[in-house]
Each structure stands twice: as C-alpha cells, then as structure tokens.
C-alpha cells in the first residue's frame, strides 16, 4: 500500500496550523505530515509541532516554492499531497484526490470554483491562466494555479530542478507534467476564506503573474508561443511591401526587417523548442 505524505507550505500560519495539522491527523492518522516553516517570525513552528507534524524549518523566507522543494525532498510517502496551511482547502477532500490518483493518474488536482476564488481581479487572471495553458497543452486545464494536489513522489521529484522559489509552483508542476507525458486529472473543490493575511501582493505578484504567461509557453511549448508573432510579423512584412510596391514601386527596408525578424524569431522558437525536449528527458533516458 502506497504512504502518504501531506506537505504545508507555510510561513507566519501561527493562528491557524495547529487546526489545519489536527483536521489532517483526523482524517489519516498514520501520514508523514510535513510543515515547511518557511522563515517565519511567529509560532508556526511551535503551533505546527504540537499539533504533531515534523517541522522542516528555512531560516529565512525563502518562497513557497522552495518550501515546496524541501517538502518533497523530506517526505517519505509514495504519494505526495499539498495543501495550504492556511485554512483554505478542506481535508475532507483528501479521499477524493486520492481516490482519482488510484485510477492510474500521476497528479489531481483540486480545481476551485468561481466562488472560491479570493478576488474578482484573481478571478478573472486564473481563468486567464487556464485557458492559454489549455492552448498550449492541448488539454483541458481547470485550476492551473490550484495549491491542492496529490502527485506520484517518483514524478514529481522529476521536476523539482523546474520549479520557481516563489510562487507559481501550481503552474509549472502541472505544465511539467503535461509535457513529460504524465496523465492529470481535476476534481471540484470549494476553497474557504483564508485565515490571516494573504501574502499575495497585487502590484508586485501581478507583474510576476504575467511573466509566467510567456513562462508558461516556454516552458511548454515554445513554437506554440512564437508561431504566432512570426506569423504576424510574416503578415505586417507582407502588408507592408504590397502597399509599398502599389504606391511607390519600391521594396522599403521596413519591409525586409520585417521579414527577416520573421526568421530570426521563427529559429529562436526552434532553439527553445529543442531546448525543451532536453529539459524534459528523464535521466535515465537517452542512456544505454
């Protein structure tokens, strides 16, 4: 029979972790609980270690993704569940995950709904996020920002040396997955208020929020994500001689930069693109 392992990301959770351990504990007494204490200045490690969980602590805040990294690295389990360690996600929910990964899936994730998204403006990026992700993966994405998942340890260790030391780890994980070949699934799950403060910032996290938008295309698929400009830099070099030659009988330079541009951006995504296919290679793989 498959361990588990629950891992809590969680920095300054002090009000909050002792009942989010003991709800888990509740529901699977015998899981490796493992909170990442990520630099917190409150009690989060004490609260965290009464309630019975091992405590892996940074002595620094370090970003939820690396608290991610050091949790997969600490736990034991064959099977890998996070969760916030901010009273979000609901343990009760944990069969369900679980249940779905027994169907030969190698992640589930819990997928939100529109009422538990934290803002209007969040709201309306995930859906945003999901559905260039679906663009690019050619698959069915629900939640792709979701802290909620279970995942095989052996796969998801794969890709520990891809995910960010901040925010976003959602994101890669899942796109990693898809590209590798790794079966997902989504199950519904409703996500409460979080208790305390977010640590989201609107201004700064936004600004990284939208890089993962052209990470997320490099990551994935980098063709996808430039077949597109050379497409319309083709089109503008087109356009532009056409009105050129019509009224002046001339081929103007802006013209052949743009063609040429064309080219250039058109090889940069192949480069990426093969780029790519190497960071996705098992270690095992290509060897004798």
């Given at each position: 029979m498959n361990r588990l392992s629950v891992i809590l990301p969680a920095k300054n959770e002090g009000?909050?972790?002792?009942?989010?351990?003991?709800?888990?504990?509740?529901?699977?007494?015998?899981?490796?609980?493992?909170?990442?204490?990520?630099?917190?200045?409150?009690?989060t490690r004490e609260e965290a270690e009464r309630a019975g969980a091992r405590v892996v602590t940074h002595p620094y805040s370090m970003g939820n993704g690396a608290a991610i990294k050091s949790g997969a690295r600490a736990a034991t389990g064959d099977i890998l569940l996070f969760m916030d360690a901010d009273g979000q996600h609901d343990p009760a929910d944990i069969p369900?995950?679980?249940?779905?990964?027994?169907?030969?899936?190698?992640?589930?994730?819990?997928?939100?709904?529109?009422?538990?998204?934290?803002?209007?403006?969040?709201?309306?990026?995930?859906?945003?996020?999901?559905?260039l992700a679906s663009y690019m993966t050619g698959q069915?994405?629900?939640?792709?920002?979701?802290?909620?998942?279970?995942?095989?340890?052996?796969?998801?260790?794969?890709?520990?040396?891809?995910?960010?030391?901040?925010?976003?780890?959602?994101?890669?994980?899942?796109m990693a997955f898809f590209r590798a070949g790794y079966p997902v699934a989504y199950i519904p799950i409703k996500a409460a208020k979080r208790v305390g403060k977010s640590h989201v910032r609107i201004l700064k996290d936004g600004a990284r929020f939208l890089l993962i938008i052209f990470k997320i295309g490099t990551l994935y698929s980098p063709l996808k994500l430039f077949a597109p400009v050379v497409g319309l830099q083709v089109l503008l070099g087109v356009?532009?001689?056409?009105?050129?030659?019509?009224?002046?009988?001339?081929?103007?330079?802006?013209?052949?930069?743009?063609?040429t541009s064309a080219v250039t951006t058109f090889l940069i995504g192949l480069v990426s693109e093969q780029i790519t296919q190497l960071m996705y290679r098992s270690p095992g793989e290509g060897s004798e």
């Open positions: 009000a909050v972790i002792r009942r989010v351990v003991e709800g888990i504990r509740n529901h699977f007494p015998d899981a490796d609980l493992v909170v990442v204490n990520d630099g917190s200045t409150d009690a369900r995950l679980l249940g779905k990964l027994d169907e030969g899936f190698d992640m589930v994730v819990g997928a939100r709904d529109g009422a538990s998204q934290a803002s209007l403006g969040r709201g309306l990026a995930n859906r945003f996020y999901n559905r069915r994405i629900e939640d792709l920002t979701s802290g909620m998942r279970a995942a095989r340890a052996h796969q998801f260790r794969e890709f520990l040396h891809l995910l960010p030391n901040g925010f976003s780890y959602p994101t890669t994980s899942t356009g532009y001689y056409a009105y050129t030659f019509a009224a002046h009988g001339r081929l103007s330079l802006a013209t052949i930069f743009l063609l």
